[in-house]
């Protein structure tokens, strides 16, 4: 019992369980709404389609390139772990500090906001009265977590379901629509002025739209068999879930003139109302919130195995308090009070579109450096994996390239705002050297 507060998770977590997880995490918010920057950035229907197809095998690739990376050794700190056991403890704690500290907090609190937005369709609420109801869904969700983490996992099994059904039911109702005339073409819309930035735009946004598979590899501890199921996690639910992107973004192409979609604020409901009218728009609505709920509820669990990790290494003020597992419970509550907080302060600034380009940006640059320690240990484990990354060292190249010309062209068309991203993750080494030489003098 003194192990599990000290940190110690049950390992009870299946396959489907993980499949479910993964699904949930990755399907949320930014499909209804990521489509149409996407379609705005790339210029046209058909480069915008490609863009979709191309996030999604750079996903693929680089996914199971780090699933390559965590069978040498699965844990509870995922890309975190990763960079940390094979690059160092200051990179690695530069990695925590942006996940757990902007990454996590960021994406919860973008979600609570566009959840609460969604909700003023059925609800009419004020600016203020949005920002509580976001407050409160946080920590409803948060406080459900506190009880149980199997219950949770069991709630995402029927949740990946629910997720799923909005997008499916677009695509079986526009495939079998007479009146999906619109052509996909390369006729432009807009006009971008520089045609390689903007298409780094568009799979910047498409990519956040895919983000979320990550968390898989947080559950390492508490998969019942992480070698084997982790990697199967994540080639099960994310050749779904292109697919599905896929074909969602097609048929709305179909059924709207391009123009259309660019004036939209929610491409998601845009296409419903096309379909089925009102009352259609009010049944995406509904759904779209499930899906959000479902999309924190696996967030939640993501975050607060960032920050247990963190607290675990002593790389935070308050440490031990932060990584107590309630004896009773067998749930990080500390960690998720921890997280909540900080997703409540961020919730304050921001907006959903510039929090999530960095979130996204950054996100990338520390699975990068995991992409390239597969070189590396393929040179110095040949016999200690449990899984080979197929058509190596294709596929880990194909998702080096495509990280490489998304945040290459990111940078160049908004400096500034990386610049102060850089800035925010750097301020975490004084808090590492006031806490390892300091606090905790490296106990």
Known sequence: ?????????????????????????????????????????????AMATIIWLAAGLITMCTALTVAEVASYKPNIGGITGYITEYNGKTLGFLSGWFFAILNDPGTLAANSIATATFMTAIVPMTDWQVKLCAFAILWILGLSQMVSVKGTMKTQLVGAFIQAAPLVLVVILGLINSNATHPINFSLIGDPNSPGVALGLALLSAMWVYDGWQATANLGEEMAHPKRDFPRAILISLSFLTGLYMMFNVVGFLLMPAEEIIQTDNFGAAISTVLMGNSGRYLMTLLMIACSLFTMNAEVVQATRDILYQARNNNLPGSPWIRHIHPKTDTPINAIIFQGILSTLLMLTGTFESISLLIIFFTWV?????????????????????????LFPFVPLVGIGGALFMLLSSIASDPGRFVIGIVIILLGLPVYAFCHKVLYKDK
């Open 1 to 45: 019992m003194e192990q599990q507060a000290e940190g110690k998770l049950k390992q009870n977590i299946s396959l489907a369980e993980a499949i479910a997880f993964c699904v949930a995490q990755v399907i949320g918010t930014g499909i209804f709404l990521k489509p149409v920057p996407v379609l705005q950035n790339a210029g046209s229907t």
């Open 366 to 390: 520390f699975t990068l450096i995991a992409l390239f320690d597969v070189f590396k240990l393929r040179r110095q484990n040949k016999l200690l994996r449990s899984f080979d990354v197929p």
